[in-house]
């Protein structure tokens, strides 16, 4: 059973579209929450991450909200492009182990 | 600088056959982490390395063993491979305490 749900499975966007990717999890134990970007036939690479003490993160057009209440965080990818297609996982750690346990991923295509 | 490196990248086995998939990084890096990533599944860990010597079981490390040879190195070995371990296996490694987990090229595995 996964510790973490993610949706949804895939989505498709316009260029210049905002992407809404959603996580939601039941461990409030979970202090790391961080996102990952994969390309087709790459491994995995660190996009963002938060920790609890925030409600959200910025950096350049990806944005994660966080909300400790609902157990639930989201990543926001603003003004897409054609190079942001790709897989993104989302995941959630307890402790210093950084032993992630990963959402099941969303497939994002950008559409020029 | 390679970052982090697995071999072999391609693998097809029978079922009851052995094998040991290599990974090894080159940014000095504490802890290691072997994955396996399956379709609507995300990744899973399946062992993790805090540091040379030490080991520890992730999610799903039934009918896998590892070894951590130096600081450099964790290998991951089927003894005896069954078909439900068709899949793709990641190796990654990060500095210790920090969050961010840089991951290899993959292995892609079948077994017959």
């Known amino acids: 059973q996964q510790q973490v749900k993610q949706s949804p499975q895939s989505l498709i966007v316009q260029k210049g579209g905002i992407s809404i990717i959603n996580c939601a999890y039941e461990?409030?134990?979970?202090?790391?929450f961080p996102w990952y970007q994969q390309f087709p036939g790459k491994g995995p690479a660190l996009l963002i991450a938060i920790r609890p003490d925030v409600s959200e993160k910025k950096e350049g057009r990806f944005t994660i909200s966080f909300n400790k209440s609902a157990k639930q965080f989201s990543l926001h990818i603003m003004d897409s492009q054609p190079g942001d297609s790709a897989t993104y996982f989302c995941a959630a750690s307890v402790g210093n182990d950084y032993k992630l346990s990963f959402g099941a991923g969303t497939t994002v295509t950008v559409r020029a | 600088n390679a970052g982090v490196t697995q071999t072999p990248k391609f693998q097809v086995l029978k079922t009851g056959q052995s094998m040991t998939l290599q990974c090894a990084q080159d940014?000095?890096?504490?802890?290691m982490y072997w994955y396996r990533q399956d379709p609507g599944m995300g990744l899973r860990l399946i062992y993790y390395?805090?540091?040379?010597?030490?080991?520890d079981k992730g999610e799903v490390p039934n009918g896998y063993n590892v070894s951590r040879l130096n600081k450099r190195e964790f290998s991951l070995r089927l003894e005896s491979a069954a078909p439900s371990q068709t899949s793709v296996y990641f190796c990654?490694?990060?500095?210790?305490?920090?969050?961010?987990?840089?991951f290899g090229p993959g292995t892609r595995l079948t077994v017959l």
């Open positions: 940014m000095n890096h504490n802890s």
């Open positions: 390395s805090a540091s040379e010597g030490t080991t």
């Open positions: 461990n409030t134990a979970f202090d790391y």
């Open positions: 990654a490694s990060s500095e210790l305490l920090a969050g961010e987990q840089f």
